[in-house]
């Protein structure tokens, strides 16, 4: 049996947006079960996103950390973003991330990972890209408002980051599937082995 997720849509009966926000909304449709009984399902409608797990020579990961409301904590991070324009390149995407929060560029670019963050609730999906030979980037720094004001940014050992995993200390989803993707890799076919920047997504298509 091949482990793989695969498209399905269950037939809709209606569906209406009780709530619609800057950047999100909520959707509530009316599905068909298998049994033929109609059900409501309220889910957020999200743009998707991207996040970049970028690793220096010494091993490194460049790292953030800023406040997050919903969940009314600090939470460590790797630089991510939301994909603003529909169809947008998701490689470009995680470069404009890595500039805006990091003020930092990278030479090779490498798919580490494709998840859905919260599947049950929330149809945002979220590539997280591996991003090597880092420099500092050029030019003036971007300007930050709100929660961005206030961020930390460090970079920290891959072996630290797994460890705070693992003990229950960091829970940033991007941060946490990109450092245990990461290790994953080094222990299979290698870093050189992932996807190129540019592989198909197919849950948010975008022009190479």
Not at 108 to 131: H, K, N
Request: charged share 30%.
């Amino acid at each position: 049996m091949t482990i793989k997720d695969t498209p399905e849509e269950w037939e809709i009966r209606g569906t209406k947006t009780p709530f619609t926000g800057k950047k999100t909304s909520v959707r509530t449709d009316e599905v068909v079960m298998p049994g033929g009984a109609v059900v409501s399902r309220d889910y957020q409608v999200h743009p998707g996103s991207v996040a970049v797990l970028a690793l220096d020579d010494a091993d490194r990961v460049v790292v953030l950390r800023q406040y997050r409301h919903p969940v009314r904590q600090k939470l460590w991070e790797i630089p991510a973003g939301l994909l603003d324009v529909p169809g947008e390149n998701p490689l470009h995407a995680a470069q404009r991330e890595l500039y805006e929060e990091a003020h930092v560029k990278a030479e090779d670019w490498r798919v580490l990972a494709d998840v859905y963050t919260t599947p049950g609730g929330c149809d945002e999906a979220v590539r997280i890209f591996l991003a090597r030979g880092l420099s500092e980037a050029e030019g003036d720094r971007f300007a930050v408002e709100d929660e961005e004001a206030d961020m930390e940014l460090s970079r920290v050992p891959v072996d630290e980051l797994v460890r705070g995993v693992l003990a229950g200390d960091l829970h940033n989803n991007c941060l946490v599937v990109g450092a245990l993707s990461l290790v994953a890799a080094r222990a299979g076919d290698g870093l050189d082995a992932l996807r190129p920047a540019e592989a198909p997504w197919p849950a948010r298509p975008f022009e190479a």
